[in-house]
């Protein structure tokens, strides 16, 4: 998993989120070569959210089944 700010990605399409507790979805991702963001089962924390507008991204990719990344990350809920 790449720290994408450290990479120099400026914009981003097509982000992927995935979680890092169930990290073979976001080892699977690296080869597309798009940026990885990592959120929790049931959250999206704020460093993510501040990373997602820093891209522009236009629309993002969700890796894992239900059990992996709920709903809630699906709905773009924040972590409290």
Do not use: H, K
């Not at 990479?7 to 507790?21: E, K, R, S, W």
């Amino acid at each position: 998993i790449r720290d994408i700010g450290v990479t120099g990605v400026q914009t981003c399409a097509l982000p992927i989120f995935a979680t890092g507790a169930n990290y073979a979805d976001a080892l699977a991702a690296a080869p597309l070569g798009t940026p990885i963001l990592l959120v929790q089962q049931d959250c999206i924390p704020r460093s993510t959210f501040t990373e997602l507008a820093r891209l522009s991204a236009d629309n993002i990719v969700v890796l894992g089944g239900a059990t992996a990344v709920s709903d809630r990350v699906r709905r773009l809920i924040a972590c409290s």
